[in-house]
């Protein structure tokens, strides 16, 4: 059964009784990076602490990345560091095991009434289609009635399959619960039988090249040509924004796996936030700098878009800035850069004073 088979009067109905009211929009809350950790490495779980404020989103991994020894450690160190700490402004994930795995049953009951009330949210990998998330639905229902919570624990999920991504807007609204999604180009690469072994990031061999110099109009087939090497997730990040947008959830970029090039990350990082992704997966602290910094608007393109809504007026018409035109559509693409630059200046400082002094400059030059 489809979220569109479903009566709108009981989409938003809690799915068992005595839980939590589901959510009829989902918060635009700050998530530039999502910094995964082991909780079951002591060395990281003391990090987390000093890390709050500092990073939009925490997220203790139960996941791919703890090997199974270390499954309950894992997940016992989560709740002792949830109880332990007090996130404020930062935002406390977990990534759980597989639906298909031994351990996600205990991840669910375990987590849910230990520390339901500090997670504000629940990543689901390797999700297949919307009866996924409908298992995943009504069972927290049951576990958050069951543990008295006021607020439901929203959900997102992982594409890291073929029929994922085929089924990706049924996804998208399988729940009210829903929070977002995130490319999960790893596995999805080998589901697809791709023929790379990168963790995002585009590839060498996935490139075009120009056409040959001609000489009298015949083709010099032996001159050099320039080649520009192409990213293989274009289109698979295009298509999850728009299942995002349509149902009024958020797309997030995943992993970029080679940690040491920057580089090649900072570009991964800003060719998905162009197209429209509102964050990305840490996997190492030098890169929280590096999507704090890509997913949040520059100075001048906020400067530029303030100066477009102040002229818009009533938002009808058309008017004419530093030799282009602004009109209607203009205004709607400057408010999404307007209302971001106020959502991150509320808990980013740095970015408020860099923010607030471009009004401050704006007044200057109005008054004047």
């Known amino acids: 059964m489809t979220a569109a088979s479903r009566s709108p009067k009981d989409f938003f109905r809690p799915l068992a009784v005595g839980a939590p009211t589901p959510l009829r929009e989902i918060p635009a809350r700050p998530s530039r990076a999502i910094h995964f950790f082991d909780p079951s490495n002591p060395k990281m779980a003391a990090k987390v602490p000093d890390m709050v404020g500092k990073v939009d989103v925490l997220l203790g991994n139960l996941e791919d990345a703890i090997k199974a020894d270390n ?51 629940i990543m689901v990998p390797k999700v297949q289609g919307a009866e996924d998330i409908h298992y995943v639905d009504r069972l927290l229902a049951q576990l958050e009635a069951k543990a008295g919570l006021e607020k439901p624990i929203l959900v997102h999920a992982i594409l890291e399959t073929a ?78 924004v728009d299942a995002c947008a349509m149902h009024g959830i958020y797309p997030y970029y995943g992993p970029f796996g080679d940690i040491s090039d920057t580089t090649a990350c900072e570009d991964q990082f800003r060719n998905a936030f162009l197209l429209g992704c509102v964050g990305t997966w840490s996997l190492h602290p030098k890169q929280i700098a590096i999507a704090n910094r890509v997913f949040s608007p520059s100075v001048e393109d906020v400067a530029h878009a303030r100066r477009v809504v102040a002229a818009m007026g009533d938002g009808t018409g058309a008017v004419m800035l530093d030799g282009k035109m602004e009109d209607d559509a203009s205004l709607k693409q400057c408010l999404v850069m307007v209302e971001l630059a106020e959502q991150l200046a509320a808990v980013d400082p740095e970015l408020k004073q860099q923010y607030d002094a471009i009004g401050a400059d704006s007044d200057e030059q109005s008054e004047a």
């Open 71 to 121: 499954k309950e450690a894992a997940r016992e160190g989560l709740v002792r560091i949830a109880q332990e700490t007090d996130f404020g402004p930062t935002q406390l994930w977990t990534r759980i095991n597989a639906l298909d795995s031994p351990w996600v049953l205990d991840d669910l009951t375990t987590l849910v009434p230990a520390i339901g009330d500090k997670l504000d949210v």
């Open 163 to 240: 029929r994922g991504v085929a089924n990706v807007e049924e996804i998208c609204g399988a729940s009210p619960r829903m929070q977002g999604l995130s490319l999960g180009p790893a596995d999805l690469a080998a589901d697809r039988r791709m023929k790379t072994t990168r963790v995002g990031g585009g590839h060498p061999g996935y490139l075009v090249r120009e056409d040959p110099p001609r000489i009298d109009g015949v083709a010099n087939l032996e001159a050099s040509r320039a080649t520009y090497q192409q990213d293989l997730w274009h289109y698979t990040i295009a298509r999850m």
